[in-house]
């Protein structure tokens, strides 16, 4: 088990794919020269539950688009804990949103005509 002052840090580009990189570690005192991160472990603001990403429809068609092997290396690589980077909610726009490949509504009407009792209503585009 690694000291909890141990940051293990990974690299993904165009090149590699989650290449580990050097450890880095905390220190206390005067600060190396650079950019720091000063860190108060007595003060803590929230618990984090987990890490997301939102799924628009757009983003699920280049996936359906991608071969099936590619798409199970991608779903690995986004959700599994230990060899991903463990994404554990999915954000799901209801309706357009703006990576959608169209714009839409669940209830789009005419220029100038309006449906308050939602007569009109359908996910169809989302089926």
Do not use: W
């Not at 799901?92 to 009407?109: K, R």
């Amino acid at each position: 088990m690694k000291d909890s002052s141990t940051i293990q840090s990974y690299l993904t580009n165009s090149n590699v794919h989650f290449q580990a990189q050097s450890n880095l570690t905390f220190t206390s005192g005067n600060p190396p020269s650079g950019p720091t991160l000063s860190l108060d472990p007595s003060t803590k603001y929230q618990t984090i539950k987990g890490y997301g990403a939102a799924l628009t429809d757009s983003s699920a068609f280049l996936i359906s688009e991608m071969p099936e092997d590619q798409q199970n290396e991608l779903l690995h690589d986004l959700f599994d804990p230990q060899q991903g980077i463990g994404i554990n909610f999915l954000r799901l726009p209801i309706s357009a949103c703006d990576f959608s490949l169209e714009n839409y509504t669940y209830d789009s009407m005419p220029e100038g005509h309006t449906d308050p009792l939602l007569s009109n209503f359908s996910i169809k585009h989302d089926q």
